[in-house]
């Protein structure tokens, strides 16, 4: 299959879940519309693994980084000067770093759709 047929497919590491839910919400969009949408999501999706890692960092000084990268500045900065809410806040988040990721994915996906639609990309 060839990347003009269905760009969607070449997006790094998407999971078969978040390719289901990215599929399903640009059924509507023409074939351009669908190389803008990949194109835009691309650049904005999180990868659940780099999520997992960097809050990894958390147990070393660095809790909260991984708040930032999902857009959640208050959280970041609370886990920060807290270290991580004693390091539990940490190890939940650990435990739900691809939820997290694909929670942040979706609201992303919908941005980038709701851009494409009303013909932000020229």
């Not at 909260?64 to 857009?71: A, E, V």
């Amino acid at each position: 299959m060839n990347p003009q047929s269905n760009p969607l497919l070449f997006l790094p590491d998407m999971q078969p879940d978040e390719l289901n839910y990215v599929q399903t919400i640009t059924r509507d969009l023409t074939p351009e519309q669908l190389q803008q949408f990949a194109y835009l999501y691309r650049t904005k999706r999180k990868d659940g693994q780099t999520i997992l890692i960097v809050a990894l960092a958390g147990f070393v000084g660095f809790a909260g980084i991984h708040r930032f990268i999902l857009g959640q500045i208050g959280m970041g900065i609370l886990y920060f000067l807290t270290l991580g809410l004693c390091g539990i806040g940490t190890i939940v988040d650990l435990i739900n770093a691809r939820s997290m990721a694909n929670e942040y994915n979706q609201k992303q996906a919908i941005e980038s759709l709701q851009m494409v639609q009303m013909g932000g990309m020229q």
